[in-house]
């Protein structure tokens, strides 16, 4: 809790509570890679020069098909990361 003149901020500065406020929609980033875009069976390539590490393109990916709700299969190739949607 931050304080002002050895008092807690909330007594120093005055919040108004309010009732019936709607709540904005999330305005989420839209995902670097098109996993929820993919079919059953296809599949794209993530190039070497687009990441410093496989890994963590491999995490990047495995997390938006989990926020997409599509299951993937990333593997580490030489040209790159591929990754295909198997449901």
């Known amino acids: 809790m931050s304080k002002s003149n050895g ?3 909330s007594m120093t500065v005055p919040f108004k509570i309010e009732k019936g ?3 904005p929609p999330r305005r989420g980033r839209q995902s670097k890679y098109p996993v929820a875009e993919l ?5 794209f390539l993530v190039p070497v020069g687009a990441f410093k590490k496989p890994q963590s393109v491999v995490s ?3 997390a938006a098909a989990k926020r997409s709700g599509v299951k993937v299969s990333v593997r580490i190739m030489d040209d790159g990361v591929r ?3 198997i449901k």
Not at 39 to 43: H, K, V
């Open 7 to 9: 008092k807690p901020l």
């Open 21 to 23: 406020v709607p709540i």
């Open 60 to 62: 990047t990916l495995y």
């Open 83 to 85: 990754v295909w949607r």
């Open 39 to 43: 079919g059953s069976g296809e599949s």
